[in-house]
């Protein structure tokens, strides 16, 4: 199984995990590295699911990635998330 395969499998056990468990925080640091742009985009949309609160409960979750269009996919998902950068040892929202 590729690295990519290892990682939507392991993401889907999450997420149907979170679905029956209290609502903890999520952190990921380029989860979707090594996943294909459509592919990433249904997680960006399950993960917007599992914050809107649209299992009952509302995770929050903190992604971390330092791919532009990464953060312009997520942007664009759950454009009511808050998006931080971090630059010169700086942290502004945008």
């Given amino acids: 199984m590729s690295r990519g395969a290892q990682e939507q499998a392991y993401l ?3 997420q ?7 609502a903890l925080p ?12 459509q592919r990433a985009e249904r ?3 399950a993960f917007a699911a599992l914050t809107s609160g649209s299992d009952g409960k509302s995770h929050q979750m ?5 791919q532009p269009h ?3 996919m997520l942007r664009r998902v759950a454009p009511d998330a808050a ?3 971090v630059a010169d040892g700086n ?3 945008v």
């Fill in 12 to 14: 889907a056990l999450r």
């Fill in 16 to 22: 149907n995990y979170a679905a029956g468990a209290e």
């Fill in 26 to 37: 999520l952190i990921m640091d380029e989860i979707l590295v090594n996943f294909d742009l």
């Fill in 43 to 45: 997680t960006v949309r």
């Fill in 62 to 66: 903190l992604y971390f990635t330092c």
């Fill in 70 to 72: 990464m953060a312009d």
């Fill in 83 to 85: 998006l931080f950068a």
């Fill in 91 to 93: 942290i502004r929202q």
